[in-house]
């Protein structure tokens, strides 16, 4: 069986394992760029597109804009990110749809209409990402909770339902039948070794964003001066992703907190604002212009401690070589055609390429 594809509902015919959303993108991406480069560019215009997210959610959360541009460049160094920026993989486009529906949601408290938008952000983090439904609960802290804009968010995801019915049922013989479902994925979803899981991916994330995101992100949920529903927002944006994956049966290496990036903005947002407020309480107990500087040198100290275990880690991980690496592939394609008689049939599955993705 070909990888990532299993046997469709009719005779002689595949159906991918994955959702559509992604595949749907690389479309567009190259009806606007061509096949060359187009597909290619996909992820890429996602991360670079996520910045603007994440400074403009933490605009929205209270961040002043230096404390949102800190957050942006967080983000960037972030090695999960970074991996995700240059791989045809579906990971960065979902982070990018988590935050366009996170957004759209907060508009939506000041302008009823953004509830559409928000309901077809969601609609297509869900089409990128089955998931992505887990988006709900923290987009029902993050939207104005009144009929008519939920009627708006219902309106927004609903064509994006039909394409998920109409792709599956054409796909896999049945509207609500998935690659995940049909590959019995939702079998390797267990509470069995959930605290090794979980462990994991606390490890993981404290060696590459450093002590500070995961504490900062506990301690919003005890910060008094950002808002009740804020506080919920961002403790359920990236709580349920990290104890949905803690069931989900693959986590071995580091790259497999890219499950996680989804819901990393909020690791960011929380530290961000507990450093704010931190930052403010060291003001308000020294006098004067000495307070100020003892604020802003706390700010930068957290800050740059961060970044610099996220370079760290793009360093250690040779993310900057992945292009080079992957040039192994294809170099043993040319040589296979080089060395193989003319009429060889070659049967394969996939490089292994976790080699550079792994700590030697």
């Known amino acids: 069986m070909t990888l990532g594809y299993e046997a469709g ?26 096949w060359k480069y187009g597909p290619f560019l996909v992820s890429p215009l996602a991360a670079a597109l996520s910045l603007v997210l994440i400074y403009l959610v933490g605009v929205e959360l209270g961040l002043t804009r230096g404390m949102a541009i800190a957050g942006a460049t967080m983000l960037a160094f972030n090695p ?23 957004l759209t949601a907060l508009l939506s408290r000041g302008r009823e209409l953004w509830g559409l938008g928000a309901g077809a952000a ?23 909770f009144s009929p008519k804009t ?10 994006f339902a039909g394409v998920f019915c109409a792709y599956n049922a054409a796909a896999y013989g049945h509207p609500l039948m998935t690659g995940y479902v049909a590959t019995r994925h939702q079998d390797l979803v267990m509470l069995s070794d959930f605290t090794i899981r979980f462990r994991h991916y606390i490890y993981w994330l404290t060696v590459t964003m450093s002590l500070t995101p995961l504490p900062g992100w506990l301690c919003v949920a005890m910060d008094r001066d950002v808002k009740l529903r804020d506080r919920a927002l961002l403790i359920s944006w990236f709580g349920v992703f990290l104890l ?9 290496e580091w790259w497999y907190t890219r499950f996680l990036l989804p819901g990393m903005p909020a690791l960011i947002l929380g530290t961000l604002l507990v450093v704010r407020d931190l930052g403010k309480l060291i003001e308000r107990s020294a006098a004067g212009q000495k307070g100020v500087w003892l604020r802003r040198a706390a700010v930068i100290i957290l800050i740059g401690v961060a970044l610099g275990f ?5 360093e250690r991980f040779r993310l900057l070589k992945v292009a080079a690496i992957d040039r192994a592939q294809a170099d043993f394609c040319r040589q296979s055609d080089s060395l193989l008689p003319r009429r060889a049939l070659l049967i394969a599955t996939e490089t292994n390429r976790s080699n550079f993705l792994t700590i030697t």
């Open 9 to 34: 509902p009719r005779p002689r015919t595949l159906a991918p394992t994955y959702p559509v959303g992604y595949p749907l993108h690389m479309a567009g991406g190259a009806l606007i760029f061509g």
């Open 80 to 102: 999960t990110f970074c991996l995700q920026a240059i791989q045809p993989m579906s990971d960065g486009l979902a982070t990018c749809w988590s935050m366009a529906s996170i």
């Open 122 to 144: 969601f609609g297509m983090a869900f089409l990128v990402r089955p998931s992505s439904v887990l988006l709900l609960i923290p987009i029902l802290f993050s939207v104005r």
């Open 150 to 159: 939920l009627l708006l968010f219902f309106l927004g995801g609903l064509p």
């Open 244 to 252: 949905f994956y803690s069931c989900y049966f693959y986590y071995a």
């Open 310 to 314: 996220e370079r760290q880690s793009v």
